[in-house]
C-alpha cells in the first residue's frame, strides 16, 4: 500500500474551499481506490471547514505583534549581552575567594607552625617533647573547609539567579 499517489496534488486542488465540484465528481472512483488520496480528500476538506469559521474571536492587529515581538527580542538581546558582561567578574569573585582562602590558610598554617615551633622547643603546652599539637592543623582544615562551603554556596545562588 503506497503512501502517496500521482494524482493526490489534484485531489488536493479539487478539495481545497473554493475547489471545483466537477473535479470533485471525476476523482470519486479514484478516491474509492486510493486510501492516500482519500485521506487527503479527508483532511483539506476539514481543514478547509475549520478555516471557513474563523477562530471565534478578534484577531489582534498584526503591526503590534510585531513591534512587540521586536520589543521582547531587543530585551532578551540585552538581557544576554548583560549576562556575558557579567562573566569575567564572576569568574574574577571566584579567584578572589580562592585567594582569600589560600591566604588564611597560609596565616592558620603559618601561626600552627609558630605554635609547634614554641611547644617543641619550650617543651610546655602539653605536647612532649618530640610531639606536635594537631590544634593547628585542624584549625587550618576547618577554616579551608568554611571557605570552600562559603563559596560553593555563593556559586549556587548566583548560578540559580538568587
Do not use: N
Not at 474551499?17 to 470519486?28: F, I, N, V
Not at 588564611?104 to 598554617?109: C, N, Q, S
Not at 618530640?130 to 560553593?152: E, F, I, K
Not at 555563593?154 to 540559580?160: H, I, L, N, T
Amino acid at each position: 500500500m503506497s503512501r502517496t499517489c500521482a494524482r493526490e496534488a489534484e485531489v488536493l486542488a479539487a478539495y481545497r474551499p473554493r475547489g471545483d465540484a466537477r473535479r470533485r465528481a471525476g476523482l470519486t472512483a479514484h478516491l474509492a481506490a486510493c486510501p492516500a488520496c482519500r485521506r487527503t480528500a479527508q483532511l483539506s476538506s476539514a481543514l478547509g471547514v475549520l478555516a471557513s469559521e474563523g477562530p471565534g474571536f478578534e484577531l489582534p492587529d498584526p503591526s503590534r505583534i510585531y513591534w512587540r515581538a521586536q520589543v521582547l527580542g531587543r530585551l532578551a538581546a540585552r538581557e544576554e549581552a548583560a549576562e556575558q558582561a557579567a562573566r569575567p567578574l564572576v569568574w574574577l569573585q571566584v579567584l578572589a575567594a580562592l585567594v582569600a582562602a589560600a591566604i588564611g590558610a597560609l596565616a592558620v598554617g603559618t601561626f600552627g607552625l609558630d605554635l609547634a615551633a614554641q611547644a617543641l622547643g619550650a617543651g610546655a603546652g602539653g605536647v612532649g617533647r618530640g610531639g606536635v599539637s594537631l590544634l593547628p592543623l585542624a584549625a587550618m582544615a576547618a577554616l579551608t573547609l568554611l571557605v570552600a562551603a562559603v563559596w560553593w554556596v555563593w556559586w549556587r545562588r548566583a548560578e540559580d539567579g538568587v
